[in-house]
Protein backbone atom coordinates (compact mmCIF):
# COMPACT_ATOMS: atom_id res chain seq x y z
CA UNK A 1 0.00 0.00 0.00
CA UNK A 2 1.57 3.36 -1.07
CA UNK A 3 -0.72 5.14 0.88
CA UNK A 4 0.55 7.98 3.41
CA UNK A 5 -0.90 6.68 6.58
CA UNK A 6 0.34 4.53 9.56
CA UNK A 7 -2.59 2.33 9.75
CA UNK A 8 -1.31 -0.03 12.55
CA UNK A 9 -0.28 2.80 14.37
CA UNK A 10 -3.78 5.04 13.99
CA UNK A 11 -5.37 1.69 15.23
CA UNK A 12 -3.74 1.31 18.27
CA UNK A 13 -5.21 4.74 19.36
CA UNK A 14 -9.45 3.22 18.98
CA UNK A 15 -9.58 1.00 21.97
CA UNK A 16 -12.65 -0.30 20.24
CA UNK A 17 -10.65 -1.58 17.37
CA UNK A 18 -8.65 -3.79 19.71
CA UNK A 19 -11.57 -6.34 21.16
CA UNK A 20 -12.64 -9.33 19.50
CA UNK A 21 -16.15 -10.20 18.64
CA UNK A 22 -17.42 -13.85 18.54
CA UNK A 23 -13.62 -14.77 19.13
CA UNK A 24 -12.30 -12.99 16.25
CA UNK A 25 -10.65 -9.59 15.55
CA UNK A 26 -13.06 -7.09 14.94
CA UNK A 27 -12.75 -5.93 11.36
CA UNK A 28 -14.66 -2.54 11.42
CA UNK A 29 -16.42 -1.65 8.05
CA UNK A 30 -19.29 0.49 9.02
CA UNK A 31 -17.57 4.33 9.62
CA UNK A 32 -20.35 5.42 7.07
CA UNK A 33 -23.16 4.87 9.99
CA UNK A 34 -20.63 5.93 12.80
CA UNK A 35 -16.63 5.99 13.20
CA UNK A 36 -15.10 4.65 16.21
CA UNK A 37 -13.56 6.92 18.60
CA UNK A 38 -9.34 7.52 19.42
CA UNK A 39 -8.34 7.60 23.11
CA UNK A 40 -7.68 11.36 22.55
CA UNK A 41 -11.59 11.81 22.10
CA UNK A 42 -12.59 9.79 25.11
CA UNK A 43 -9.59 11.55 27.53
CA UNK A 44 -10.97 14.47 26.69
CA UNK A 45 -14.58 14.36 27.56
CA UNK A 46 -13.27 12.66 30.61
CA UNK A 47 -10.81 15.52 31.46
CA UNK A 48 -13.57 17.87 30.96
CA UNK A 49 -15.82 16.43 32.96
CA UNK A 50 -13.02 15.52 35.95
CA UNK A 51 -11.54 19.20 35.67
CA UNK A 52 -13.81 21.96 34.16
CA UNK A 53 -17.10 20.61 34.08
CA UNK A 54 -19.70 24.02 34.27
CA UNK A 55 -22.00 25.91 32.42
CA UNK A 56 -20.96 27.80 29.77
CA UNK A 57 -21.34 31.90 28.97
CA UNK A 58 -22.84 32.14 32.37
CA UNK A 59 -20.53 31.82 35.82
CA UNK A 60 -17.76 34.19 36.30
CA UNK A 61 -15.53 31.74 38.15
CA UNK A 62 -12.25 30.10 37.03
CA UNK A 63 -13.84 26.38 35.78
CA UNK A 64 -16.73 28.37 34.17
CA UNK A 65 -14.61 30.42 32.03
CA UNK A 66 -11.97 27.43 31.35
CA UNK A 67 -15.57 25.29 30.21
CA UNK A 68 -16.88 28.49 27.91
CA UNK A 69 -13.60 28.92 26.32
CA UNK A 70 -13.20 25.11 25.38
CA UNK A 71 -16.26 25.34 23.65
CA UNK A 72 -15.32 28.68 21.64
CA UNK A 73 -11.94 27.32 20.43
CA UNK A 74 -13.69 24.26 19.09
CA UNK A 75 -15.73 25.92 17.39
CA UNK A 76 -13.49 28.37 16.01
CA UNK A 77 -11.35 24.88 15.12
CA UNK A 78 -14.30 23.59 13.24
CA UNK A 79 -14.85 26.61 11.39
CA UNK A 80 -11.22 26.13 10.48
CA UNK A 81 -11.65 22.59 9.67
CA UNK A 82 -14.29 23.13 7.25
CA UNK A 83 -12.39 26.25 5.63
CA UNK A 84 -15.29 28.88 7.11
CA UNK A 85 -14.63 32.31 7.18
CA UNK A 86 -15.78 32.66 10.55
CA UNK A 87 -16.11 30.64 13.55
CA UNK A 88 -19.68 32.94 14.27
CA UNK A 89 -21.19 31.55 11.23
CA UNK A 90 -20.38 27.79 13.00
CA UNK A 91 -23.88 26.73 15.04
CA UNK A 92 -23.61 23.85 17.17
CA UNK A 93 -26.49 21.62 16.22
CA UNK A 94 -27.10 17.68 17.83
CA UNK A 95 -26.31 16.25 14.44
CA UNK A 96 -26.34 16.95 10.64
CA UNK A 97 -30.50 16.14 10.51
CA UNK A 98 -30.95 18.59 12.98
CA UNK A 99 -28.63 21.47 10.52
CA UNK A 100 -30.64 20.53 7.70
CA UNK A 101 -34.22 20.97 9.92
CA UNK A 102 -33.09 24.05 11.15
CA UNK A 103 -32.47 25.57 8.02
CA UNK A 104 -35.86 24.25 6.87
CA UNK A 105 -37.68 25.69 9.44
CA UNK A 106 -36.12 29.24 9.92
CA UNK A 107 -34.66 29.50 6.61
CA UNK A 108 -37.24 27.59 4.48
CA UNK A 109 -40.42 28.82 6.66
CA UNK A 110 -39.21 32.96 5.97
CA UNK A 111 -38.19 32.27 2.30
CA UNK A 112 -39.98 29.72 0.92
CA UNK A 113 -43.95 30.05 -0.27
CA UNK A 114 -46.59 28.16 -2.83
CA UNK A 115 -45.29 27.43 -5.74
CA UNK A 116 -41.40 27.74 -4.87
CA UNK A 117 -39.25 24.52 -5.46
CA UNK A 118 -36.79 22.93 -3.39
CA UNK A 119 -34.31 20.59 -5.80
CA UNK A 120 -33.00 17.80 -4.23
CA UNK A 121 -31.11 14.38 -5.66
CA UNK A 122 -31.51 11.07 -5.67
CA UNK A 123 -28.91 10.45 -3.71
CA UNK A 124 -30.01 11.90 -0.90
CA UNK A 125 -30.20 10.37 2.75
CA UNK A 126 -33.75 10.70 4.57
CA UNK A 127 -32.36 13.76 6.54
CA UNK A 128 -32.09 15.84 3.58
CA UNK A 129 -35.28 14.55 2.35
CA UNK A 130 -37.99 14.42 5.29
CA UNK A 131 -37.89 17.75 6.22
CA UNK A 132 -38.10 19.17 2.73
CA UNK A 133 -41.09 17.19 2.60
CA UNK A 134 -42.54 18.16 5.61
CA UNK A 135 -42.23 22.05 4.51
CA UNK A 136 -43.76 20.38 0.97
CA UNK A 137 -46.89 19.96 3.02
CA UNK A 138 -47.25 22.42 5.15
CA UNK A 139 -46.32 25.50 2.90
CA UNK A 140 -47.31 24.03 -0.47
CA UNK A 141 -43.51 24.41 -1.93
CA UNK A 142 -42.58 21.69 -4.41
CA UNK A 143 -40.08 18.92 -4.10
CA UNK A 144 -38.24 18.27 -7.32
CA UNK A 145 -35.62 15.61 -7.75
CA UNK A 146 -32.44 15.02 -10.34
CA UNK A 147 -32.31 11.75 -10.84
CA UNK A 148 -29.35 9.42 -11.27
CA UNK A 149 -27.86 6.62 -13.75
CA UNK A 150 -27.47 2.99 -13.97
CA UNK A 151 -24.03 3.81 -11.93
CA UNK A 152 -25.82 5.89 -9.22
CA UNK A 153 -24.54 9.26 -10.60
CA UNK A 154 -26.50 12.45 -11.18
CA UNK A 155 -28.21 12.52 -14.50
CA UNK A 156 -27.59 16.29 -15.14
CA UNK A 157 -29.19 15.93 -19.16
CA UNK A 158 -32.07 17.99 -17.82
CA UNK A 159 -30.54 20.51 -15.41
CA UNK A 160 -31.55 23.35 -16.81
CA UNK A 161 -35.38 22.31 -16.91
CA UNK A 162 -35.28 21.16 -13.39
CA UNK A 163 -33.71 24.60 -12.03
CA UNK A 164 -36.64 26.17 -13.18
CA UNK A 165 -38.39 28.10 -10.22
CA UNK A 166 -36.29 26.38 -7.51
CA UNK A 167 -35.34 28.82 -4.60
CA UNK A 168 -33.19 26.05 -2.91
CA UNK A 169 -30.40 23.28 -3.51
CA UNK A 170 -30.18 20.35 -0.79
CA UNK A 171 -27.74 17.88 -1.89
CA UNK A 172 -25.37 15.64 -0.47
CA UNK A 173 -21.06 16.03 -1.15
CA UNK A 174 -21.20 12.17 -0.80
CA UNK A 175 -23.72 9.56 -1.10
CA UNK A 176 -24.02 7.13 1.87
CA UNK A 177 -24.80 4.67 -0.37
CA UNK A 178 -23.17 4.30 -3.17
CA UNK A 179 -20.29 6.46 -2.28
CA UNK A 180 -21.21 8.90 -5.31
CA UNK A 181 -19.64 12.07 -5.22
CA UNK A 182 -21.77 14.53 -6.94
CA UNK A 183 -20.14 17.78 -8.85
CA UNK A 184 -20.81 20.18 -6.09
CA UNK A 185 -18.67 23.84 -7.13
CA UNK A 186 -20.82 23.00 -10.95
CA UNK A 187 -24.11 22.55 -9.16
CA UNK A 188 -23.78 25.15 -7.03
CA UNK A 189 -23.05 27.55 -10.16
CA UNK A 190 -25.78 26.68 -11.80
CA UNK A 191 -28.44 26.96 -8.90
CA UNK A 192 -26.99 30.25 -7.77
CA UNK A 193 -27.42 31.79 -11.58
CA UNK A 194 -31.26 31.00 -11.14
CA UNK A 195 -30.96 33.26 -7.79
CA UNK A 196 -31.44 29.51 -5.84
CA UNK A 197 -29.51 29.27 -2.20
CA UNK A 198 -27.14 26.24 -1.88
CA UNK A 199 -27.35 23.48 1.13
CA UNK A 200 -24.77 20.80 1.42
CA UNK A 201 -25.40 17.87 3.57
CA UNK A 202 -21.54 16.98 3.88
CA UNK A 203 -22.02 14.43 6.57
CA UNK A 204 -20.13 11.99 4.39
CA UNK A 205 -17.74 14.05 3.14
CA UNK A 206 -16.23 15.76 5.92
CA UNK A 207 -14.73 13.18 7.75
CA UNK A 208 -13.13 11.59 4.41
CA UNK A 209 -12.21 14.89 2.39
CA UNK A 210 -10.34 18.13 2.83
CA UNK A 211 -13.14 20.16 2.73
CA UNK A 212 -13.84 24.10 2.18
CA UNK A 213 -17.00 25.63 2.30
CA UNK A 214 -16.03 28.59 0.48
CA UNK A 215 -14.35 26.56 -2.27
CA UNK A 216 -18.10 24.86 -3.13
CA UNK A 217 -19.67 28.43 -3.08
CA UNK A 218 -22.21 26.87 -0.68
CA UNK A 219 -25.22 28.81 1.34
CA UNK A 220 -25.38 26.43 4.68
CA UNK A 221 -23.24 23.03 5.19
CA UNK A 222 -24.78 20.81 7.59
CA UNK A 223 -21.99 18.24 9.65
CA UNK A 224 -21.86 15.70 12.20
CA UNK A 225 -18.98 14.91 14.66
CA UNK A 226 -20.22 11.20 15.21
CA UNK A 227 -18.97 10.27 11.41
CA UNK A 228 -15.66 12.10 12.00
CA UNK A 229 -14.01 10.40 15.51
CA UNK A 230 -16.30 12.80 17.64
CA UNK A 231 -18.96 11.81 20.50
CA UNK A 232 -22.56 11.20 18.74
CA UNK A 233 -24.85 13.94 19.77
CA UNK A 234 -23.27 16.76 18.62
CA UNK A 235 -23.32 18.36 15.11
CA UNK A 236 -22.78 21.78 13.47
CA UNK A 237 -24.93 23.95 11.09
CA UNK A 238 -22.15 26.39 8.69
CA UNK A 239 -23.93 29.17 6.71
CA UNK A 240 -23.35 31.94 5.35
CA UNK A 241 -23.52 34.97 7.77
CA UNK A 242 -25.76 37.41 5.93
CA UNK A 243 -28.01 34.25 5.99
CA UNK A 244 -27.89 33.02 9.42
CA UNK A 245 -28.44 37.38 10.51
CA UNK A 246 -32.00 37.31 8.71
CA UNK A 247 -32.60 34.23 9.91
CA UNK A 248 -35.52 33.85 13.01
CA UNK A 249 -34.74 31.54 16.12
CA UNK A 250 -35.34 27.78 15.48
CA UNK A 251 -35.93 26.40 19.10
CA UNK A 252 -36.63 28.70 22.11
CA UNK A 253 -35.38 29.15 25.41
CA UNK A 254 -32.32 30.11 27.48
CA UNK A 255 -28.83 31.35 25.75
CA UNK A 256 -30.69 32.45 22.68
CA UNK A 257 -32.09 35.97 23.56
CA UNK A 258 -30.51 39.28 24.61
CA UNK A 259 -33.58 39.69 26.38
CA UNK A 260 -36.61 38.77 27.84
CA UNK A 261 -39.64 41.02 29.01
CA UNK A 262 -43.47 39.62 30.14
CA UNK A 263 -43.98 41.42 26.29
CA UNK A 264 -41.93 39.39 24.78
CA UNK A 265 -38.41 38.63 23.62
CA UNK A 266 -34.79 39.93 21.79
CA UNK A 267 -33.08 36.91 20.24
CA UNK A 268 -29.67 36.87 20.62
CA UNK A 269 -26.63 37.47 17.58
CA UNK A 270 -25.96 34.10 16.04
CA UNK A 271 -24.28 31.92 16.72
CA UNK A 272 -26.04 32.17 20.23
CA UNK A 273 -29.82 32.43 18.78
CA UNK A 274 -29.98 29.21 17.31
CA UNK A 275 -27.87 27.34 20.14
CA UNK A 276 -30.94 27.70 22.73
CA UNK A 277 -30.47 25.76 27.00
CA UNK A 278 -27.25 23.94 27.52
CA UNK A 279 -25.12 22.61 24.84
CA UNK A 280 -23.48 19.26 24.76
CA UNK A 281 -20.03 20.72 26.43
CA UNK A 282 -18.71 17.77 26.64
CA UNK A 283 -19.31 16.33 22.93
CA UNK A 284 -18.33 19.57 22.20
CA UNK A 285 -15.07 19.32 23.57
CA UNK A 286 -14.72 15.36 22.45
CA UNK A 287 -15.44 17.10 18.83
CA UNK A 288 -12.09 19.51 19.10
CA UNK A 289 -10.11 16.20 19.91
CA UNK A 290 -11.35 14.84 16.77
CA UNK A 291 -10.43 17.51 14.50
CA UNK A 292 -7.31 18.02 16.27
CA UNK A 293 -6.78 14.03 15.65
CA UNK A 294 -7.57 14.58 11.52
CA UNK A 295 -5.45 17.58 11.33
CA UNK A 296 -2.48 16.19 12.58
CA UNK A 297 -2.77 13.16 10.34
CA UNK A 298 -3.63 15.72 7.55
CA UNK A 299 -6.91 15.61 5.41
CA UNK A 300 -5.05 15.34 1.86
CA UNK A 301 -3.26 12.16 3.42
CA UNK A 302 -6.57 10.91 4.85
CA UNK A 303 -8.30 11.24 1.26
CA UNK A 304 -5.25 9.43 -0.32
CA UNK A 305 -5.20 6.60 1.90
CA UNK A 306 -9.51 5.87 1.44
CA UNK A 307 -8.78 6.52 -2.58
CA UNK A 308 -6.26 3.80 -2.54
CA UNK A 309 -7.95 1.43 -0.39
CA UNK A 310 -11.01 1.60 -2.45
CA UNK A 311 -9.34 0.99 -5.12
CA UNK A 312 -7.88 -2.16 -3.34
CA UNK A 313 -11.21 -3.23 -2.50
CA UNK A 314 -12.92 -2.87 -5.69
CA UNK A 315 -10.26 -4.73 -7.33
CA UNK A 316 -10.02 -7.19 -4.76
CA UNK A 317 -13.64 -7.93 -4.63
CA UNK A 318 -13.98 -8.23 -8.36
CA UNK A 319 -11.31 -10.13 -9.14
CA UNK A 320 -12.42 -12.99 -6.52
CA UNK A 321 -16.27 -12.46 -7.11
CA UNK A 322 -17.04 -11.84 -10.42
CA UNK A 323 -20.29 -11.18 -11.55
CA UNK A 324 -21.26 -13.09 -7.91
CA UNK A 325 -21.11 -9.84 -6.76
CA UNK A 326 -22.49 -6.04 -7.23
CA UNK A 327 -20.93 -3.44 -6.37
CA UNK A 328 -23.05 -0.49 -6.56
CA UNK A 329 -22.18 3.26 -7.37
CA UNK A 330 -19.50 4.72 -9.93
CA UNK A 331 -16.71 2.06 -10.49
CA UNK A 332 -14.22 4.86 -11.38
CA UNK A 333 -12.03 5.53 -7.79
CA UNK A 334 -12.10 8.95 -8.96
CA UNK A 335 -15.84 9.42 -8.86
CA UNK A 336 -16.60 7.85 -5.26
CA UNK A 337 -15.86 7.41 -2.10
CA UNK A 338 -15.36 4.19 0.32
CA UNK A 339 -18.45 3.07 0.01
CA UNK A 340 -19.56 0.52 -1.09
CA UNK A 341 -22.67 -1.04 -1.56
CA UNK A 342 -22.94 -4.92 -2.11
CA UNK A 343 -25.37 -7.37 -3.46
CA UNK A 344 -23.97 -10.91 -3.57
CA UNK A 345 -25.42 -13.51 -5.64
CA UNK A 346 -29.01 -14.21 -3.71
CA UNK A 347 -28.19 -13.74 0.30
CA UNK A 348 -30.30 -11.25 1.36
CA UNK A 349 -28.26 -8.02 3.13
CA UNK A 350 -29.09 -9.18 6.47
CA UNK A 351 -28.27 -12.72 5.77
CA UNK A 352 -25.10 -11.55 4.61
CA UNK A 353 -24.46 -8.94 7.44
CA UNK A 354 -25.11 -11.81 9.97
CA UNK A 355 -22.57 -14.07 8.51
CA UNK A 356 -20.38 -11.17 8.25
CA UNK A 357 -20.51 -10.92 11.78
CA UNK A 358 -19.77 -13.96 12.31
CA UNK A 359 -16.42 -13.85 10.78
CA UNK A 360 -16.02 -9.80 12.90
CA UNK A 361 -16.64 -8.07 10.36
CA UNK A 362 -18.86 -5.31 10.58
CA UNK A 363 -21.15 -4.00 7.82
CA UNK A 364 -24.45 -2.18 8.16
CA UNK A 365 -27.58 -3.95 6.42
CA UNK A 366 -30.55 -1.69 5.15
CA UNK A 367 -31.63 0.77 3.64
CA UNK A 368 -29.26 3.42 4.56
CA UNK A 369 -32.46 6.01 4.91
CA UNK A 370 -32.37 6.12 1.70
CA UNK A 371 -35.46 4.60 0.05
CA UNK A 372 -35.46 6.52 -2.46
CA UNK A 373 -32.15 5.63 -4.53
CA UNK A 374 -32.67 2.21 -3.58
CA UNK A 375 -35.58 2.37 -5.65
CA UNK A 376 -34.04 3.26 -8.47
CA UNK A 377 -30.87 0.80 -7.67
CA UNK A 378 -33.70 -1.86 -8.35
CA UNK A 379 -33.09 -3.12 -4.15
CA UNK A 380 -34.50 -3.04 -1.11
CA UNK A 381 -31.50 -3.27 0.67
CA UNK A 382 -27.97 -3.49 0.28
CA UNK A 383 -25.15 -4.83 3.01
CA UNK A 384 -22.42 -1.85 2.29
CA UNK A 385 -18.87 -1.99 3.98
CA UNK A 386 -17.83 1.84 4.35
CA UNK A 387 -13.73 2.92 5.07
CA UNK A 388 -11.83 4.71 7.03
CA UNK A 389 -8.48 5.62 8.01
CA UNK A 390 -8.32 2.74 10.30
CA UNK A 391 -8.56 0.34 7.40
CA UNK A 392 -6.36 -1.34 5.41
CA UNK A 393 -5.90 -3.90 3.44
CA UNK A 394 -6.00 -6.31 5.55
CA UNK A 395 -9.52 -5.58 6.78
CA UNK A 396 -11.18 -5.67 2.96
CA UNK A 397 -8.94 -8.74 2.73
CA UNK A 398 -10.85 -10.21 6.11
CA UNK A 399 -14.10 -9.09 4.01
CA UNK A 400 -13.62 -10.97 1.01
CA UNK A 401 -12.63 -13.99 3.30
CA UNK A 402 -15.93 -13.65 5.22
CA UNK A 403 -18.06 -13.05 2.10
CA UNK A 404 -16.81 -16.35 0.67
CA UNK A 405 -18.18 -17.76 3.43
CA UNK A 406 -21.19 -16.56 3.64
CA UNK A 407 -21.45 -17.72 -0.38
CA UNK A 408 -20.66 -21.26 1.13
CA UNK A 409 -23.03 -21.19 4.40
CA UNK A 410 -26.06 -20.00 1.77
CA UNK A 411 -25.28 -22.64 -0.93
CA UNK A 412 -28.16 -22.68 -2.75
CA UNK B 1 -22.03 -17.50 22.29
CA UNK B 2 -24.82 -17.67 19.69
CA UNK B 3 -23.64 -18.96 16.47
CA UNK B 4 -25.00 -19.22 13.05
CA UNK B 5 -26.58 -23.06 13.87
CA UNK B 6 -28.80 -20.92 16.57
CA UNK B 7 -30.45 -18.75 13.77
CA UNK B 8 -30.19 -20.64 10.81
CA UNK B 9 -31.85 -23.86 11.93
CA UNK B 10 -31.72 -26.79 9.06
CA UNK B 11 -35.84 -26.03 8.97
CA UNK B 12 -35.44 -22.46 8.57
CA UNK B 13 -33.46 -22.82 5.64
CA UNK B 14 -35.35 -25.31 4.14
CA UNK B 15 -38.83 -22.90 4.05
CA UNK B 16 -36.37 -20.13 3.00
CA UNK B 17 -35.39 -22.04 0.32
CA UNK B 18 -38.86 -23.72 -0.55
CA UNK B 19 -41.09 -21.29 0.93
CA UNK B 20 -44.74 -22.39 1.21
CA UNK B 21 -48.07 -21.15 0.35
CA UNK B 22 -45.89 -18.60 -2.02
CA UNK B 23 -48.12 -16.38 -4.91
CA UNK B 24 -51.37 -14.45 -4.57
CA UNK B 25 -55.23 -14.75 -3.27
CA UNK B 26 -58.12 -13.05 -5.54
CA UNK B 27 -59.24 -9.88 -3.25
CA UNK B 28 -61.97 -10.02 -2.38
CA UNK B 29 -63.07 -12.50 -1.74
CA UNK B 30 -59.58 -12.74 0.48
CA UNK B 31 -57.95 -10.04 2.46
CA UNK B 32 -54.59 -8.70 1.58
CA UNK B 33 -52.47 -6.80 4.10
CA UNK B 34 -48.68 -5.36 3.75
CA UNK B 35 -46.66 -5.30 6.64
CA UNK B 36 -43.00 -3.13 6.20
CA UNK B 37 -39.86 -3.44 8.01
CA UNK B 38 -38.60 0.48 8.40
CA UNK B 39 -35.50 -0.44 9.39
CA UNK B 40 -34.25 -2.97 6.18
CA UNK B 41 -36.91 -2.10 3.71
CA UNK B 42 -38.40 -5.58 3.89
CA UNK B 43 -41.92 -6.02 3.10
CA UNK B 44 -44.24 -8.77 2.88
CA UNK B 45 -48.06 -9.29 1.22
CA UNK B 46 -50.38 -12.18 3.54
CA UNK B 47 -53.52 -12.58 1.77
CA UNK B 48 -55.85 -14.58 3.68
CA UNK B 49 -59.22 -16.16 2.74
CA UNK B 50 -61.41 -16.65 6.34
CA UNK B 51 -64.84 -18.79 5.45
CA UNK B 52 -66.93 -18.72 8.80
CA UNK B 53 -64.67 -19.11 11.46
CA UNK B 54 -62.25 -20.87 9.65
CA UNK B 55 -58.71 -19.61 8.06
CA UNK B 56 -59.38 -21.52 4.84
CA UNK B 57 -56.04 -20.31 2.36
CA UNK B 58 -53.06 -18.04 2.89
CA UNK B 59 -50.61 -16.75 0.31
CA UNK B 60 -47.26 -14.70 0.98
CA UNK B 61 -45.98 -12.46 -1.24
CA UNK B 62 -43.14 -9.79 -0.75
CA UNK B 63 -39.47 -10.02 -0.21
CA UNK B 64 -37.22 -10.70 3.12
CA UNK B 65 -34.47 -11.91 4.55
CA UNK B 66 -33.97 -15.80 4.84
CA UNK B 67 -35.72 -15.29 8.22
CA UNK B 68 -39.03 -13.08 7.44
CA UNK B 69 -39.33 -15.44 4.74
CA UNK B 70 -39.28 -18.91 6.37
CA UNK B 71 -40.99 -17.07 9.53
CA UNK B 72 -43.88 -16.36 6.97
CA UNK B 73 -43.91 -19.58 5.65
CA UNK B 74 -43.80 -21.13 8.25
CA UNK B 75 -46.67 -19.50 9.88
CA UNK B 76 -48.96 -20.16 6.58
CA UNK B 77 -48.30 -23.99 7.26
CA UNK B 78 -49.25 -23.56 11.30
CA UNK B 79 -52.32 -21.81 10.86
CA UNK B 80 -54.05 -22.82 6.99
CA UNK B 81 -56.92 -24.78 8.26
CA UNK B 82 -57.35 -23.23 11.90
CA UNK B 83 -60.29 -21.55 13.33
CA UNK B 84 -59.32 -17.59 13.85
CA UNK B 85 -59.22 -17.87 17.35
CA UNK B 86 -56.71 -20.75 17.44
CA UNK B 87 -54.51 -18.89 14.40
CA UNK B 88 -55.07 -15.84 17.61
CA UNK B 89 -53.70 -17.99 19.86
CA UNK B 90 -50.45 -19.33 17.88
CA UNK B 91 -50.04 -15.81 16.86
CA UNK B 92 -49.64 -14.50 20.65
CA UNK B 93 -47.71 -17.86 21.63
CA UNK B 94 -45.02 -16.81 18.49
CA UNK B 95 -45.05 -13.07 19.64
CA UNK B 96 -44.39 -14.57 23.55
CA UNK B 97 -41.48 -16.73 22.36
CA UNK B 98 -39.73 -13.66 20.51
CA UNK B 99 -39.95 -11.30 23.35
CA UNK B 100 -36.95 -10.16 24.88
CA UNK B 101 -37.05 -10.86 28.87
CA UNK B 102 -35.15 -8.89 30.72
CA UNK B 103 -32.59 -10.95 31.45
CA UNK B 104 -31.72 -12.15 27.76
CA UNK B 105 -30.20 -8.25 27.31
CA UNK B 106 -28.17 -8.51 30.46
CA UNK B 107 -24.78 -10.18 29.38
CA UNK B 108 -24.77 -9.83 25.38
CA UNK B 109 -24.83 -12.62 24.09
CA UNK B 110 -23.74 -15.43 26.83
CA UNK B 111 -26.96 -15.34 28.09
CA UNK B 112 -30.00 -17.64 28.26
CA UNK B 113 -32.49 -15.63 26.42
CA UNK B 114 -35.78 -17.07 26.51
CA UNK B 115 -34.52 -20.76 25.82
CA UNK B 116 -36.98 -23.11 26.71
CA UNK B 117 -37.27 -25.55 23.53
CA UNK B 118 -40.55 -27.48 23.60
CA UNK B 119 -42.73 -25.31 26.13
CA UNK B 120 -44.64 -24.17 24.08
CA UNK B 121 -47.11 -25.73 21.26
CA UNK B 122 -45.65 -24.49 18.12
CA UNK B 123 -44.17 -27.28 16.36
CA UNK B 124 -42.05 -26.71 13.84
CA UNK B 125 -41.94 -22.88 14.73
CA UNK B 126 -39.85 -23.61 17.68
CA UNK B 127 -36.80 -23.59 15.21
CA UNK B 128 -37.87 -19.90 15.46
CA UNK B 129 -36.87 -19.74 19.11
CA UNK B 130 -32.98 -18.60 18.54
CA UNK B 131 -33.84 -15.54 17.07
CA UNK B 132 -34.58 -14.07 20.32
CA UNK B 133 -30.13 -14.42 20.92
CA UNK B 134 -30.05 -11.62 17.72
CA UNK B 135 -32.49 -8.74 18.85
CA UNK B 136 -31.76 -7.06 14.89
CA UNK B 137 -33.58 -9.75 13.59
CA UNK B 138 -36.86 -10.30 15.84
CA UNK B 139 -38.43 -7.73 13.64
CA UNK B 140 -37.78 -9.76 10.51
CA UNK B 141 -39.07 -13.25 12.66
CA UNK B 142 -42.34 -11.08 13.47
CA UNK B 143 -43.09 -9.28 9.97
CA UNK B 144 -45.40 -11.61 9.06
CA UNK B 145 -47.20 -12.78 12.16
CA UNK B 146 -48.01 -8.97 12.64
CA UNK B 147 -49.03 -8.73 9.10
CA UNK B 148 -51.43 -12.01 9.68
CA UNK B 149 -52.43 -9.88 12.76
CA UNK B 150 -53.21 -6.92 10.53
CA UNK B 151 -55.32 -9.18 8.03
CA UNK B 152 -57.44 -11.12 10.54
CA UNK B 153 -58.65 -7.40 11.85
CA UNK B 154 -59.50 -6.40 8.69
CA UNK B 155 -61.34 -9.91 7.55
CA UNK B 156 -62.86 -9.52 11.02
CA UNK B 157 -64.31 -5.41 10.11
CA UNK B 158 -65.44 -6.66 6.44
CA UNK B 159 -67.42 -9.86 8.31
CA UNK B 160 -69.27 -7.39 10.60
CA UNK B 161 -70.10 -5.32 8.25
Not at chain 1, 290 to 302: K, P, R, S, Y
Request: aromatic letters at 6%.
Amino acid sequence: MRGTLDVAAIKAEFPLLQREVHGRPIVYLDSGATSQKPWPVLEAMDRYYAEINANVHRGAYHIAEKATTAVESSRSALARFLGAPSAEEVVFTKNATESINLVAHSWGRTNLAVGDVVLLTMLEHHANIVPWQQLAAERGVEVRWIPVDGEGRLDLTDLDVLLDGVRLLAMTAASNVTGALPPLRFLADAAHAVGATVLVDASQWVPHQPTEVTAWDADFVAVTGHKMLGPTGIGALWGRRELLDAMPPFLGGGSMIQNVTVDGFTPADVPARFEAGTQPIAEIVGWHAAINFLETLGMEAVAAHERDLTAYALRTLTDRFGDDLDIHGPSDVEDRGGTLSLAYRDVHPHDLSQVLDQHGVCVRAGHHCAKPLMKVLGVNATARASLYLYNDESDVDALAHALAEAGKFFAF
Amino acid sequence: MAGLEDLYREIILDHYRNPRNRGELEVPPATLAEGFNPLCGDEIRVYLQVDGETISDMRIGGQGCSISQSSASMMSTAVVGKSVDEARDVLRQFKEMMSIHEHGLDHDEDAPANDRPGASGLGDLEALRGVVKFPVRIKCATLGWNTLDQAIAQAGDKSSE
